[in-house]
């Protein structure tokens, strides 16, 4: 499908400008025109993320598909073990690696503790937290086999409820990290509207989806701003979270406005080779954002400007660098 494909390349860019931009974010002073237009970037793309898993529900959650558990884990395992092991490892020894060389060698206990909780790597959370959604797809897809449209909205609408007051409390109550293995549970909202927005035959405006799409970016670009400058800034990053009362509209609209794009980017073949190289462009880009930061490829100059430009150039790279891993028979397996 034209617009699956088109999605997940939209979705793994925005990604790599949520990366460079939040760096700006971080590094700039609250308030100063830099941190503006980072801020302005950093909430253009926060859907990138529930899109992702939205599109692992549209693709997964078929109750049509028929195999069996043992059959669908097997599937699963060579295409997302694989990765996360060999990647978390050389991330693992990256990060030891540039510490030791900056003067701070890395704790070994602080590293397995960010193994358990998902985080051997920034990034890596996401591919850790998949596996929990995996693990209860074969019943989902019984519980959607057995369920009208309009009970599973009412049931996606609840989790949405219950992962948005969570994300709330969590913010502005924070208490320990938790073990990756429960990290998935409030992604199931995301995961199961993915399923029911490719099902979904009902035609919304596109004016009204842009309307939605507009006004939630700018409440969490001014809601990040006002919370942090008045409650502290980890507090406005409340915002930035993938649950916020912002972010969820967000993404919900773009992904129905991404599904009324049926035409392929450039073309089929294009459009297909690209996105079937999108883990690898994500397991990839950071190491080249690193790489690039330590000579200098950054974004010193105007971030109106640098911060697509570097985006953009950070996107070939990786897409490069995937496209030579997939051409290896072995390698291939890591991506």
């Known amino acids: 499908m034209a617009w699956i494909d088109n999605t997940r390349i939209f979705a793994i860019f925005a990604v790599i400008i949520l990366h460079v931009s939040g760096r700006i974010v971080v590094e700039s002073d609250l308030g100063s025109t830099y941190w503006w237009y980072g801020n302005v970037y950093d909430s253009l ?32 395992v060579a295409k997302i073990l694989i990765p996360i092991v060999c990647w978390s490892i050389l991330y693992l020894c990256w990060s030891y690696t540039t510490g030791i060389l900056n003067g701070h060698e890395p704790s070994i206990e602080k590293m397995v503790r960010n193994c358990f909780q998902g985080t051997p790597y920034y990034h890596m959370w996401f591919l850790y937290m998949i596996i929990g959604l995996y ?47 429960n990290m998935f549970l409030p992604y199931l909202a995301y995961f199961l509207i993915g399923y029911y927005i490719r099902k979904d035959t009902r035609l919304f405006s596109k004016a009204l989806l842009c309307a939605v799409f507009m006004i939630a970016t700018a409440s969490t670009v001014l809601g990040c701003y006002y919370i942090s400058i008045t409650y502290g800034f980890s507090n406005g990053l409340y915002f930035y979270d993938y649950f916020s009362i912002t972010v969820v509209p967000m993404s919900i609209s773009l992904m129905y406005l991404l599904k009324s794009w049926a035409v392929p980017i450039v073309n089929d073949k294009v ?27 950054t974004t010193n100059f105007s971030p109106l400007f640098s911060i697509p430009i570097i985006s ?21 397996r890591t991506i």
């Open 271 to 297: 459009a297909t080779k690209t996105a079937s190289l999108v883990l690898g462009i994500y397991l990839v880009h950071p190491l080249v954002i690193a790489i690039s930061y330590h000579f200098n490829v």
């Open 312 to 332: 953009i150039y950070i996107f070939v790279i990786s897409l490069l660098i995937s496209w030579a891993i997939s051409q290896v028979p072995y390698l291939r």
């Open 45 to 76: 793309v926060r859907w990138c993320v529930p899109v992702f898993v939205m599109i692992s529900g549209a693709l997964l959650l078929d109750p049509g598909k028929h195999e069996s558990v043992s059959t669908f884990y097997k599937k699963r």
């Open 135 to 181: 693990m209860f797809t074969p019943f989902l897809r019984i519980i959607i086999a057995h369920s009208t449209m309009k009970n599973l909205k009412i049931l996606i609408i609840l989790m949405f409820v219950f992962s948005i007051a969570s994300s709330f409390y969590a913010k502005f109550i924070p208490s320990s990290k938790p073990l990756f293995l």
